[in-house]
Structure formats: structure tokens, C-alpha cells
């Protein structure tokens, strides 16, 4: 979602995440992820310019492409929330035989805190047997008794080496699937300390800025402004501009002007503030590197677009007295694609069509919001026009969308209302701007299939962000 939309979803429905993934699943539309590996031969491991332990850093896929090696599909729903969620005790130790632990310090430190969690959370040493958790293939293990234990050992013996159980259960070797740790080539001494290509804190934060579209830049720098204009100490916001301009001058100085800033030459207050006692202050100065790469496209959300309709949710606005036959026509065309449309109306019930015909209303104006949906569509009917001209809702409805870059599609009496919620009075938009407007799909006298096709191809950009650039 866009940064604006974001602030709005919290607002209207705080859930909508949540509810968004169980509706799809419920529907069939079954989410899938990816699993992509970066993989970095050892002997190259100190070929970058930043450290790979660095927790804020990544490895820019035009550098090491990803290798997609599995997919997980959620394709069921919990039957019990607190069961089969809250009560899922995930550890990053449970790992299944050819991999190994990297000396990533976040990483070593989970390791030995995630049990220690689940021992507290889950209420003592058998959090692994609870159903949730328990494996599907049978585990053989040296551990006995505890708080809620389940399964019952009949052995004798909780230990190895014995003689009364012969040797059982004894650790499974690698020729029998177990657990055998990476033999690592070490070289120089061990320290606790960080590299010196730690302390380059900028070069990643450019990429990644440089990567993004133009309209995408401007939501960054809305949303700096939003939570700098926050800080009550002037001293801190002309900080956080100054290390700004170490990413990008102009992005520091679009920044300060909405804090009514200038952008410090220098600050007082040094970058990196913890430096031991015994520590050369130098060792700690900031690194000058340049970027991994300039740009990097798949950070940036309208640079790697996956084209397509499947899943998205249309709104739908109408009032008593729209044309059935578009409505009916629309959603014959989103279910080919795999897309879903809502009715939206002034209130909830039912809606009455221009044939007489009752359908049911998925959501009012009130309680809902195009932020929750990726398109919008208006059907024509003079008297639902008119029933949605006297809700205030409306127009914000429609606006927001115009707004996010979305696909709005108007039939007939619906034109005029579209194109007067999307006239930006800022913009000194009239009519005929709106003409060549990409994503907004009009027909001034009825859906044809030719409307419908343009609309569903619309659709399937999601964004049309050439709107924003216009305003840029």
C-alpha cells in the first residue's frame, strides 16, 4: 500500500491485514510465497564493500540473483486461533540437516533466547508436544518428565552412553540424516568487535532512495516529514536532516522545508555514540563507500510489478436504481480473472437495481474505504447517481482513489460525478485533462465489452503512476 493509504487503513480498520489474508484463503484465493536463496560461495564472503553480518544490509539481487527453490501456499484457515497460532513456538534453531548457523550475532542470540521464550511463553520444557508444534515424523530424543509432558517413554534410561537401554537412543550420524555441524575454515583471531565496513551507515540508504520512482520518493519524503514534524527538539530534527543529506541533499532538503529547516552543514553530536573507552575515536568515523549497485529495481513497488487481477477486489458504488446488466456483466468479467467485486452503497442491507432486482450490500460508504480495494467501478442509473451524490462519503471514496493511482471505471449518469471528485482544484484540472488520464476508464453511454476489456487491463497495472508525476 502507499504510504497515505497506509495512514487511513489504520484508522478505518487497524484488522485489515488480517482480514485480508483470511478472506483470500476462505475464497480459494490461496496466498503463495516464494522461497528465494541468495547464495555467496565462502571463499567470496570478503569480496563486498559491506559486511554480510550486517542485519542492516542486503545483498542487491543485480549482485546475487535470487535462486527460487520452494513455494508455501496457505491454503487453510485455523480451525482454533489461540491452538494453532498463538500457540506456534517458532525457534530458528529448527533446521533440517544440510544447514548450518553463520556467525550473524542477531542469529547466534535467538538461537539460545527463542527457547528460552517458549519455555516461559508456553508454560515449561514441553512446549515441542504441544499439537501445534508436535512433528509429524516421530522424534527419538534423550529428553524426559517436565511440566505437561505428553509423551510417555518406557525406557529406562534419559542419558548416553548406557548399558541398560543398549546405547538407545543414540544420536543419529550424517549417513543416518542427522544433524552434523558445517566444517568452517577459520582464519585470524576471534574478537567481539565490528568491521570497519559496519560503520558505512549511508550507501545502502542511497540505493535504496535512488531505486525508487518519482512518486515513490515523494511518499518517503511525506512520510519523513510526518514523523520528524513529530519531534518536539529542534536539535534532533536538524540531526535526522543533516544525516539525510548524507543519503541524498536534495531528499534532506525537500525534507526541512516542511519542518520549516535549513539543512546543518555539520552537527555537534557525533554519529556513533557508543565508543568504548580504550576505542580510537577514528575507528568509529562514518565510511564514505559508494552504493552496491546504483539502482537496485526490485525495491522499489512500482518497478517490479506483477501484473494480473487475480484476487484483487473491486468496490463497486451504487445506490437504488443502477443498471444491473453492468453490474452483472462487470462481475462475470472479474470472476474470469479471478477477481472479486463488493457492493458498496450509502448503507447496508439491500440495494434495489433498475429491473427490480435486490442485492445484498457488502459495505456502506460509512464503514468502508477505497483504500481497502484496487479499483473502483460506477455504474450508470440516474436515480443511484443521485442517492450517492447526497452521501459526503462519495466523493472522499472516489477522490482517494484518483489519490492512490488506482483504476476507476464510470458508465453513463456516473461520468460527471467521477470527473468532478478527480478535478484537483490544486492542479487547475478541467474536463479535458482528464481525457487522457491514465486508469480512468469512461463511457459516457453504456459498458460495452470494449469498456469492460479496458477496465480489467487497467486493473491489472494496480497503480498508474504517471498521475503523480503529473503533480511532480
Known amino acids: 500500500v502507499a504510504w497515505d493509504e497506509a495512514q487511513k487503513i489504520s484508522g478505518k480498520d487497524p484488522d485489515f491485514l488480517r482480514r485480508d489474508l483470511w478472506e483470500a484463503i476462505e475464497a480459494g484465493d490461496f496466498p503463495e510465497f516464494e522461497l528465494g536463496l541468495q547464495i555467496v560461495k565462502e571463499e567470496d564472503e570478503f569480496s563486498f564493500d559491506f559486511d554480510l553480518l550486517d542485519p542492516t544490509k542486503m545483498i542487491p539481487e543485480e549482485l546475487v540473483p535470487v535462486q527460487r527453490v520452494g513455494k508455501l501456499t496457505l491454503n487453510k484457515n485455523p480451525d482454533n486461533f489461540f491452538a494453532e497460532t498463538e500457540q506456534v513456538a517458532f525457534h530458528p534453531g529448527h533446521v533440517v540437516a544440510g544447514i548450518d548457523f553463520s556467525d550473524d550475532p542477531l542469529l547466534q542470540g535467538r538461537l539460545f533466547s527463542y527457547t528460552d521464550t517458549q519455555l516461559i511463553r508456553l508454560g515449561g520444557p514441553n512446549f515441542h508436544e504441544i499439537p501445534i508444534n508436535r512433528s509429524v515424523a516421530p522424534i527419538h530424543n534423550n529428553q524426559r518428565d517436565g511440566h505437561m509432558r505428553q509423551m510417555i517413554n518406557p525406557s529406562q534410561t534419559s542419558y548416553q552412553p548406557n548399558s541398560l537401554g543398549g546405547g538407545c537412543p543414540f544420536q543419529a550420524g550424517a549417513n543416518m540424516g542427522g544433524f552434523t555441524s558445517h566444517m568452517e575454515n577459520l582464519k585470524g583471531p576471534k574478537i567481539r568487535g565490528r568491521s570497519r565496513s559496519f560503520f558505512d551507515h549511508f550507501s545502502q540508504a542511497k540505493m535504496f532512495f535512488d531505486s525508487q520512482s518519482d512518486p515513490e520518493k515523494e511518499h518517503l519524503i511525506q512520510a519523513l ?38 539543512v546543518p552543514a555539520s552537527i555537534d553530536t557525533p554519529l556513533n555514540m557508543s565508543i568504548p573507552a580504550d576505542a580510537n575515536p577514528k575507528d ?3 565510511v564514505r563507500a559508494k552504493p552496491p549497485v546504483a539502482e537496485s529495481a526490485p525495491l522499489s513497488m512500482a518497478r517490479s510489478l506483477i501484473p494480473g487481477i487475480k484476487s484483487r477486489k473491486v468496490a463497486v458504488l451504487v445506490g437504488d436504481g443502477f443498471s444491473e446488466g453492468e ?8 470472476q474470469a480473472g479471478g477477481a472479486h467485486a463488493k457492493i458498496v452503497a450509502p448503507h447496508l442491507g439491500e440495494v434495489k437495481g433498475s ?9 456502506s460508504l460509512l464503514t468502508s474505504s477505497s483504500v481497502f480495494f484496487d479499483a473502483i467501478f460506477v455504474p450508470s442509473g440516474s436515480k443511484s447517481i443521485e442517492a450517492l451524490q447526497q452521501d459526503p462519503e462519495t466523493m472522499s471514496f472516489i477522490k482517494d482513489a484518483y489519490r492512490h493511482c488506482k483504476t476507476i471505471g464510470a458508465v453513463g449518469e456516473a461520468v460527471p460525478l467521477v470527473r468532478q471528485a478527480c478535478l484537483d482544484p490544486g492542479l487547475n ?15 459516457e453511454k453504456k459498458l460495452d465489452g470494449s469498456v469492460g476489456k479496458k477496465f480489467i487491463q487497467a486493473m491489472s497495472l494496480h497503480r498508474h503512476w504517471d498521475r503523480e508525476k503529473k503533480k511532480l
Open 284 to 286: 568509529f568515523q562514518p
Open 225 to 262: 516529514r510526518f514523523e520528524l514534524g513529530k519531534v518536539k527538539a529542534k536539535s534532533v530534527r536538524e540531526r535526522m536532516t543533516y544525516m539525510l543529506a548524507q543519503v541524498d541533499k536534495p531528499l534532506a532538503e525537500r525534507v526541512a522545508d516542511g519542518l520549516g529547516l535549513s
Open 327 to 334: 453490474v452483472d456483466a462487470l462481475k462475470k468479467s472479474l
Open 355 to 363: 429491473n427490480g432486482k435486490k442485492v445484498p450490500v457488502d459495505f
Open 429 to 443: 484540472l478541467k474536463k479535458k485533462d482528464l481525457a487522457d488520464e491514465p486508469g480512468l476508464i469512461f463511457s
